[in-house]
C-alpha cells in the first residue's frame, strides 16, 4: 500500500464532514471517490494531501503518519490538482510547469539539470511539449487542466491526488484527461462526478454518502443498481459494456 487512510473524522464547528473512513491504495491504481454534492469527497482529498489536519483518525503514507512528516517530504511525494486551480498570472506553460519543482530544491540552489529532465518529462506526458511557451491566458480549460497536471507530474510524484479535474470540460477533453491519469505510473486517487467515466477508468471505486463509506471495491462490485437508487437517487439500469467489459449505467426516465 501507499495510502492508509485510518478512521478519519472531520467536522466543521459542530457539522460531521467524514466519520470514520478507512481505506488502503494499492501501489499503480487508479482509485475513484465518487458520491452526491456534499457528501464529503474534497474534504477527503485535501485530508489525505496533508492540506487539513483530521480531527480523528489518521493518513499514513508507506506507514507514516504525515502529521509526523515534514510538509517538505509530503510534496516532494503528494501532487494534488485541485478542483478549481487557478493561475492569474500570464505565465508561459512551461513556468507553470516549473513551479511544481519547488518541493526539490533549496535555498540558493540553482536550476539544475535533473529539474530540466522533470519538467521536460512532465510536459511530454501531459501532452503539452507544443504548448510549452503559449501564454497561460490562451489555453482552453482542457489545456489549462493538463498543464495543471503536468505541474503535479513536475513534482515526481508517487502519489497523484485530483479533486473533479474534468468538471467544465467538454467530453473529448475529460475523455483525455482520464486516459492520461490512467496512464500514469503512480497512483492516483480521483473524484468524479461522471459514473460511467469511473467505471471505464477506475481500477476501484469508493462512494462516500454523508461523511461515510458505503461502497468500496472493483467497478462490477460497486456500481449496482441499488446503490445508485439509495445513494444517487437514480432509476437506472446497469449492463456489461460490450466494448469494454465495465459497467455502463442507463439512466431512466
Not at 478519519?8 to 475513484?32: C, N
Not at 521536460?120 to 511557451?133: I, P, T, Y
Not at 473533479?164 to 492520461?180: A, F, K, M, S
Request: glycine share 8%; net charge positive.
Amino acid at each position: 500500500m501507499s495510502i492508509s487512510v485510518e478512521n478519519l473524522g472531520w467536522k466543521i464547528g459542530r457539522k460531521t464532514i467524514l466519520d470514520g473512513v478507512s481505506f488502503e491504495t494499492r501501489p499503480g491504481e487508479m482509485l475513484g471517490l465518487l458520491g452526491p454534492n456534499g457528501s464529503g469527497k474534497t474534504s477527503l482529498l485535501r485530508l489525505i494531501a496533508g492540506l487539513k489536519t483530521p480531527h480523528a483518525g489518521r493518513v499514513l503514507i508507506e506507514g507514516r503518519d504525515i502529521r509526523e512528516t515534514a510538509r517538505r517530504a509530503i510534496a516532494q511525494r503528494v501532487a494534488f490538482v485541485e478542483q478549481h486551480a487557478a493561475t492569474n498570472a500570464n505565465l508561459q506553460v512551461v513556468d507553470v510547469v516549473k513551479l511544481g519543482r519547488f518541493p526539490h530544491r533549496w535555498m540558493f540552489a540553482g536550476w539544475t539539470a535533473a529539474d530540466d529532465v522533470a519538467v521536460e518529462e512532465a510536459l511530454e506526458r501531459a501532452g503539452m511539449s507544443a504548448k510549452r511557451h503559449d501564454g497561460w491566458q490562451s489555453l482552453s480549460g482542457g489545456e489549462k487542466q493538463r498543464a495543471h497536471i503536468a505541474r503535479a507530474l513536475a513534482q515526481s510524484p508517487r502519489e497523484l491526488i485530483l479533486d473533479e479535474p474534468t468538471n467544465h470540460l467538454d467530453v473529448q477533453h475529460q475523455i483525455g484527461l482520464l486516459r492520461l491519469v490512467a496512464g500514469l505510473p503512480v497512483t492516483s486517487i480521483i473524484a468524479l462526478h461522471d459514473l460511467n467515466h469511473a467505471a471505464m477508468f477506475c481500477d476501484r471505486l469508493i462512494v462516500l454518502n454523508h461523511g461515510r463509506i458505503v461502497a468500496f471495491g472493483s467497478p462490477e462490485d460497486v456500481l449496482t443498481e441499488d446503490l445508485l437508487r439509495r445513494v444517487f437517487a437514480v432509476d437506472a439500469r446497469v449492463e456489461a459494456s460490450a466494448h469494454h467489459g465495465r459497467p455502463h449505467i442507463h439512466y431512466l426516465r
